[in-house]
């Protein structure tokens, strides 16, 4: 069965340092893996995607994913938070029959 | 005005009474899908349409029902509520499969 995993509920970082929240996926066939980000009373706005090609892949305010197939891994990174990146964040996967399958949710607290 | 408008944002009502959340796009695309999110369980479909003749049932269908009037709306039905409804619910669109989903701010029901 296709599947998302989010291991971490919760990820702090300091401002100014690098993050990473990841995300590992189980899929047949190819993977269509994406990124949402969650802001409070607001709905999921899209980050980035993969679908083929290159394996970093870049998105919107300077996140990028990495996608690594022998780890079924699409972990989410910014090389330096900001106190504004603090959101709920959701990986997500398109399954066989064309549906998104999406992770629990990790929350990324970012520290001033 | 935002693309995907859902109404309402808020709703609190009684066990047993019939309650239609509304969803209207103006973003042109086929398909559109229902959503329910709880904490610590990200978000679980509850119906998609491809098209205004396609209605498919999601993960957590039962309970719910829902009506596709045109292109541009679909509307999602709880016949007769019960407590364990209550969540956030979020209507999405998307252009194609392998395209990102776009999302409205949501309706935050609360069953007594």
């Known amino acids: 069965a296709q599947s998302v995993a989010q291991p971490e509920d919760q990820v702090n970082v300091a401002e100014g340092n690098p993050l990473t929240v990841k995300c590992t996926y189980s899929?047949?066939?190819?993977?269509?893996l994406f990124w949402y980000v969650q802001y409070p009373n607001r709905g999921l706005q899209f980050l980035l995607k993969?679908?083929?090609?290159?394996?970093l892949v870049k998105g919107s305010y300077g996140f990028e994913a990495e996608f690594n197939k022998s780890q079924t891994s699409f972990h989410l990174k910014k090389p330096s938070a900001l106190v504004s990146d603090s959101a709920l964040y959701f990986c997500?996967?398109?399954?066989?029959?064309?549906?998104?399958?999406f992770g629990a949710g990790t929350r990324l607290f970012v520290k001033a | 005005d935002a693309d995907v408008t859902q109404t309402p944002r808020n709703r609190i009502t009684k066990t047993g009474k019939r309650i239609m959340l509304e969803c209207s796009q103006t973003?042109?695309?086929?398909?559109m899908y229902w959503y329910r999110q709880d904490p610590g369980l990200g978000l679980r479909l509850i119906y998609y349409?491809?098209?205004?003749?396609?209605?498919n049932k999601g993960e957590i269908s039962d309970g719910y029902s829902v009506s596709r009037q045109a292109q541009a709306k679909f509307s999602l039905s709880l016949e007769s509520a019960i407590p364990n409804q209550t969540a956030l619910y979020f209507c999405?669109?998307?252009?194609?499969?392998?395209?990102?989903?776009?999302f409205g701010d949501g309706t935050r029901l609360s069953i007594l």
């Open positions: 999405a669109t998307s252009e194609s499969f392998n395209q990102p989903q776009h």
């Open positions: 993969y679908i083929t090609g290159d394996n």
């Open positions: 899929v047949s066939g190819n993977p269509y």
């Open positions: 349409s491809f098209d205004v003749k396609d209605i």
């Open positions: 997500a996967v398109r399954d066989t029959s064309f549906k998104t399958i």
């Open positions: 973003k042109g695309h086929d398909r």
